[in-house]
């Protein structure tokens, strides 16, 4: 069974940035990491799940939600592992639990749509006060 573990997350004042880190592990008997694309999601306490950011397997096809263009980045090292997201200029808005999941795709597919990640972490809280 896939694994996804979330890091990074906790209180910064606004303005400031924050790096969220997740690692897969468990992956599918015959696949690599190279195999899953990675996204990044956030739900704030009674608002609905938001995609924010996703990778697919290998890097070069990146989304990013307009709320955070600009000021999140999204990095995938297949070497080691992990997808990391860097987050500057950060706004109190951007307070809510973070996800990472993953999932495996074709390599020829830039990144699937949310309810086709099978995998997600149990979150990370990023707190921002004004």
């Known amino acids: 069974q896939v694994q996804v573990v979330e890091s990074g997350g906790g209180l910064v004042q606004a303005g400031g940035s924050l790096r969220l880190s997740c690692t897969a592990s468990?992956?599918?008997?015959?696949?690599?990491?190279?195999?899953?694309?990675m996204g990044w999601f956030r739900q704030a306490p009674g608002k609905e799940r938001e995609g924010i950011s996703c990778?697919?397997?290998?890097?070069?096809?990146?989304y990013y939600a307009d709320s955070v263009k600009g000021r999140f980045t999204i990095s995938k090292d297949n070497a080691k592992n992990t997808l990391d997201l860097q987050m500057n200029s950060l706004k109190p808005e951007d307070t809510a639990m973070y996800y990472c999941?993953?999932?495996?795709?074709?390599?020829?597919?830039?990144?699937?749509?949310?309810?086709?990640?099978?995998?997600w972490g149990q979150g990370t809280q990023v707190t921002v006060s004004s």
């Open positions: 999941a993953a999932e495996s795709i074709p390599r020829g597919r830039a990144c699937p749509e949310a309810h086709e990640f099978d995998y």
């Open positions: 468990g992956l599918t008997s015959g696949l690599t990491f190279d195999d899953y694309a």
């Open positions: 990778s697919n397997w290998s890097g070069g096809s990146t």
